[in-house]
């Protein structure tokens, strides 16, 4: 039996993660514009670089929830 409850509770967990993601990213990316010499252009690329592997990843893990679901749902 699929605990329904327990997968929409991570997907909502995901969700969440991805807009602290996205905040973050909005933040950082205000501050940059507001203060450059705070920043090295090396440094924002390796910073976006590993936000974006985290949205990549949380997206994948999200995606693979409701692919899961879906098709358990069309099994009912």
């Given at each position: ?14 969700k969440s993660e991805m807009s602290y993601l996205v905040g ?6 205000k501050d940059a514009m507001d203060q450059p010499m705070k ?38």
């Amino acid at each position: 039996m699929v605990d329904e409850n327990a997968l929409n509770q991570q997907v909502g967990r995901l969700k969440s993660e991805m807009s602290y993601l996205v905040g973050e990213i909005d933040a950082i990316t205000k501050d940059a514009m507001d203060q450059p010499m705070k920043y090295g252009l090396e440094a924002l690329e390796e910073l976006r670089h590993s936000h974006m592997g985290e949205i990549l990843r949380l997206r994948s893990e999200l995606d693979g929830i409701e692919s899961e679901l879906l098709t358990l749902k069309a099994k009912l």
